[in-house]
């Protein structure tokens, strides 16, 4: 069999590889938002992909230690005994990285006992004899005894893992000057720093391959060391025994049993859905098409995919009266695009499943398609929220919206970043979205046209509706949608804000930082930068000689928690500056965001973002009003700021109160908590009461706040350690407060265990709507992972419960104040709060319609109170 004829196997030391990634790649660079650590992966597959795609293995498969104890370890117990310990941020990522490469159908071997490197050297071994051209792809310079005639090694260069130098035994002659198989006699003569195998001292490279070229072996050399002279001799003949044992370790074995040979190693079609959804949560959104292009290139992986594509269909240009139509015609849900520039609609797109339309949008096609715009009619849209905005604008409220894939597709997957449409269409059809190439001044393809938008969104929804289950169809129809299409009016509407009021406030803020700046100077004796690390770290650990806070890449930390621990340790009056002037600079950012946003009209228009969140809260951005400082005097000053608009009484401001931990106690059926809500106790002390075994009048302050602490604090799955480090106290205090909490709260301890157990059974949290989340790192592997994963999945029901409960009051008190043709409007969705304008005269039956809403959003065992209160500015409606 000729050379070209023979199959390839492509054989690669997956941990050797991936070691070498992470410290050839900035970690910091590579984090997801969850905080996993990835550019261990991200390296070793961009080389991977990169591999695949030059050498187009026929077969490939890639070997990873199970630990760092193998046969070696017992033979000697000191061999690779001086490497460092593991790096933190290193841990977990091998097991994400099988992960990913299982997507791709690349087996993945290991075998208990060995090393990665002996599956290679089976592998090779058994390779070039059934007729294999075999490449090996290894950092360990154990397998360039590998290297013959059918085996090449691709070896990482000094530049990385990117670049890989090609030793067949010419090469490895050439380099080392001896043929292959005798390297390890080089190793062993001069020994492996990297294995902690000393050899022979004052004996390096160029003195072992001239005693090899001399007597023409390792064993020679032994037999014959009487003749070698001088000081290298005499340590030859000493150090004879570890050279023998060095041969002895660095001899690969080339026969472990496996559970597959070569030809089980045959490439097959990779799991198309699986490499996205591992890709997803990796965040590596630019590899993934690098990876499909790899592995797609021989056609084995991509067929399935390419026979799924459908050509596009030309969208029609069409009249206003043939658009009109067309859309009073349909008799099916219609996808439907708006195409905004400026704020306001420039053309509209429409398809069915056979045909797609499309117009210039103009007074006339708004007069003759507005009542189907208007209309109960089903319509499907992507990222529904500024389309509707901007058809507002111009005098025409969407209703009938059957579907916004932005939402579906966020319901499904909550925790995965498939946002635009492209990615859903990716996701869902395997298709591509034509899109226009963002980094062309003239781009080639102009994308796909509105009415190809409107036909790609229908076709995706279509999709999504199969795999969403009935009860998170639900959620959208019922809270997600109707949310939506309120959430555009109150951004439309905003909110009045003082800019003489912030203005001020800033400058105050400004003055304050100086001085402190000034006075923290003193201290020290010199001007430093306050807010850069690196000058911070010079003055704290060097210059005052404080204890060392966390280790990381650039020093020691100097973030707020970090420094709040090290004032616990220390008392310099320098530390207290520090914080001070860091809270006045951070407070002076946010109402510098806040004053920047004031639109033209006195009013903030914050964007609300339904997707922002896993569990379903909503967020906000441009600027974020979630940041705003709570229950301090600085925050009670920037909302005051916030304040009614002319035209209109008052604000009103409404809230939950202690909602999460009413919802707890009806998950859990706590026979204590759900006594203390329904008797309209004070839970905290209630709580404590029982905790300590005092009686509620009894309860001191620091009672009560060590109860709170550990009440909420459950919720978020917070330890022992957790719970110490919050209330400055021992850590067998807090133990001993969790164990007295849950022996008169059991019902509490039961529900939270049973809640994760079940999550770990279904793979999923459910809200008690039926919102459901996913939680695929329940069954990790990976510790870290999994004990986030069992963290969040203790709050998932509880905060998602929440947040559709408060979206429920929020379309409820919006319908409705526009049903009973009231001028109050919903302004904002803060939190637990929401703040409403009041117009002249309406007070009673704004207060009316807020209180029974938000009391009968959801049937609980326990009543949900709700707290409002009245003022002109939002701090002044404070409760």
């Not at 080389?47 to 017992?74: C, G, I, W, Y």
């Not at 859309?327 to 429409?350: H, K």
């Not at 111009?394 to 970043?417: C, E, I, M, Y």
Request: proline share 5%; aromatic share 6%.
């Amino acid at each position: 069999m000729t050379d070209s004829a023979k199959p390839t196997l492509l054989i690669v030391d997956g941990h050797s590889l991936a070691y070498r990634a992470f410290f050839a790649l900035p970690v910091e660079n590579f984090t997801t938002k969850d905080g996993q650590h990835t550019n261990a992966i991200y390296g070793f597959l961009s080389m991977f992909v990169n591999l695949v795609k030059a050498e187009q293995p026929t077969h490939l498969a890639v070997a990873f230690d199970t630990s760092r104890h193998s046969f070696r370890t017992r033979e000697y117990e000191d061999y690779k005994a001086n490497r460092a310990e593991t790096p933190e941020e290193f841990r977990g990522q091998v097991p994400l990285l099988q992960e990913a490469l299982t997507a791709l159908s690349v087996p993945v071997l290991t075998k208990e006992d060995f090393e990665a490197d002996d599956i290679l050297a089976t592998l090779a071994q058994q390779g070039a004899e059934e007729g294999y051209h075999v490449l090996v792809v290894s950092g360990d310079r154990d397998t360039i005894q590998l290297v013959n005639d059918d085996v090449t090694l691709l070896y990482p260069s000094v530049q990385g893992v990117s670049k890989l130098k090609r030793y067949d035994p010419a090469a490895v002659e050439e380099r080392y000057g001896v043929p292959p198989e005798q390297y390890p006699d080089i190793a062993a003569l001069v020994g492996e720093t990297s294995d902690n195998l000393p050899g022979v001292p004052k004996v390096g490279e160029k003195t072992a391959v001239k005693w090899l070229k001399q007597f023409g072996s390792l064993d020679e050399i032994l037999a014959r060391a009487d003749e070698i002279k001088g000081v290298v001799g005499g340590n030859l003949r000493e150090h004879r025994d570890a050279v023998v044992r060095n041969r002895t370790l660095n001899r690969l074995v080339n026969d472990v049993e496996l559970p597959l040979k070569p030809g089980d190693l045959e490439r097959t079609a990779m799991e198309t859905a699986a490499v996205r959804d591992i890709f997803a949560r990796l965040e590596f959104r630019a590899l993934v098409d690098r990876v499909f292009e790899a592995f797609d290139s021989d056609g084995a992986a991509g067929e399935e995919e390419q026979a799924s594509a459908v050509a596009v269909p030309d969208a029609r240009e069409l009249t206003v009266a043939e658009c009109a139509a067309w859309l009073n015609q349909a008799s099916e849900p219609v996808g439907f695009t708006v195409v905004i520039r400026d704020g306001v609609p420039v053309r509209v797109g429409a398809a069915r499943a056979d045909d797609v339309i499309e117009a210039t949008w103009s007074d006339a096609l708004a007069q003759a398609i507005g009542p189907w715009v208007e209309s109960s009619a089903p319509k499907i849209m992507h990222d529904a929220k500024p389309q509707v905005k901007a058809l507002l604008r111009v005098g025409v409220r969407v209703n009938g919206l059957a579907d916004d894939t932005l939402l579906s597709g966020w319901l499904l997957r909550p925790s995965l970043p498939d946002k635009t449409l492209g990615d859903l269409v990716s996701r869902y059809l395997g298709e591509s979205l034509p899109e226009a190439d963002p980094s062309q001044l003239v781009p080639e393809n102009d994308g796909a046209t509105p009415g190809q938008l409107a036909w790609f969104t229908a076709r995706v929804s279509a999709q999504l509706r199969e795999e969403l289950p009935e009860g998170v169809v639900g959620v959208l129809t019922e809270i997600e949608l109707p949310t939506l299409t309120v959430l555009a009016d109150m951004e439309l509407a905003g909110v009045a804000v003082s800019h003489d009021e912030l203005a001020g406030f800033s400058r105050e803020l400004g003055e304050r930082a100086h001085t402190i700046a000034q006075e923290a100077f003193v201290v020290i004796g010199r001007e430093t930068n306050l807010g850069s690390p690196k000058q911070l770290q010079q003055v704290l650990f060097e210059d005052l000689g404080l204890p060392k806070t966390r280790k990381t890449k650039t020093g020691y930390s100097t973030d707020a928690a970090a420094l709040a621990d090290l004032q616990e340790r220390s008392d310099h009056p320098f530390l207290a500056l520090l914080l001070q002037h860091r809270e006045a600079t951070k407070l002076r950012q946010i109402i510098e965001s806040l004053d920047g946003s004031i639109a033209d009209d006195g009013r903030i228009h914050t964007t609300y973002l339904q997707t922002g969140s896993q569990t379903g809260r909503l967020s906000s951005t441009d600027p974020n009003l979630q940041n705003i400082p709570v229950r301090t005097a600085e925050s009670q000053r920037i909302r005051g700021a916030f304040q009614v608009g002319e035209g209109y009484e008052c604000l009103l401001t409404a809230d939950y109160s202690q909602i999460e931990m009413r919802i707890m106690a009806h998950l859990s059926g706590d026979e204590g908590l759900v006594e203390a809500f329904q008797a309209g106790e004070d839970l905290h002390r209630f709580v404590g009461a029982r905790v300590f075994n005092v009686d509620q009048a009894d309860v001191t302050p620091a009672m009560r706040t060590k109860v709170k602490a550990m009440s909420y604090g459950l919720v978020y799955g917070l330890s022992a350690f957790g719970l110490s480090k919050q209330l400055r106290i021992e850590q067998s205090e807090a133990k001993q407060l969790m164990l007295e909490y849950f022996a008169r709260f059991g019902a509490v301890r039961d529900y939270l265990r049973a809640s994760v157990m079940a999550a770990k059974e279904a793979g999923y949290t459910e809200t008690i709507f039926g919102r459901r989340r996913p939680f695929p790192d329940l069954n990790s592997p990976n510790r870290v992972l999994r004990e986030n994963a069992e963290r969040a999945a203790l709050n998932a029901p509880i905060q998602g419960s929440a947040a559709d409960i408060m979206k429920i009051a929020l379309v409820r008190i919006a319908d409705d104040l526009r049903e009973k043709g009231l001028g109050s409007r919903v302004l904002l969705q803060i939190h637990d709060e929401l703040v409403v304008e009041v117009a002249s005269g309406e007070w009673d039956a704004v207060e009316a319609i807020v209180r029974e809403r938000m009391g009968s959003a959801a049937e609980l065992s326990v009543p949900l109170d709700v707290q409002v209160g009245r003022g002109s500015n939002w701090n002044e409606a404070a409760h």
